[in-house]
């Protein structure tokens, strides 16, 4: 089983920026990739960002240009830099990782808990 631990989350004003960190650890055989998702209130779920293990990365539209995911594959640690926030950027982040089981060697995807970003306006 994996675990995700995020960090990072918070209130900043428009224009600001925050770093949100997600972090893997317990068994697996090997990360496949490593994404945000966010989700507002009264939504549904959608893509932020989202990086394989060899660094090729996706972008929501809405976001090109701003945030920035990149990864640390000695730590299974992404991160997504968040710059030039607007107050539509305002949701819970969740972070996703895919990746092989250990014993089945499955394909299997695994969210954190989320964290919370507001921005003001």
């Known amino acids: 089983q994996v675990q995700l631990v995020e960090s990072g989350g918070g209130l900043v004003q428009a224009g600001g920026s925050l770093r949100l960190s997600c972090a893997a650890s317990?068994?697996?055989?090997?990360?496949?990739?490593m994404g945000w998702y966010r989700q507002a209130p009264g939504k549904q779920r959608e893509l932020v960002a989202t990086?394989?293990?060899?660094?090729?990365?996706n972008y929501a539209d809405s976001v090109k240009g701003r945030f920035t995911i990149s990864g640390d594959n000695a730590k299974d640690t992404v991160y997504l830099q968040m710059n030039s926030l607007k107050p539509e950027d305002t949701a819970v982040y969740y972070c996703n990782v895919e990746y092989f089981a250990v014993a089945s060697l499955e394909l299997t995807s695994v969210w954190g808990q989320g964290t919370q970003v507001t921005v003001s306006s």
């Open positions: 990086i394989t293990r060899g660094g090729s990365t």
């Open positions: 317990g068994r697996f055989f090997r990360i496949i990739g």
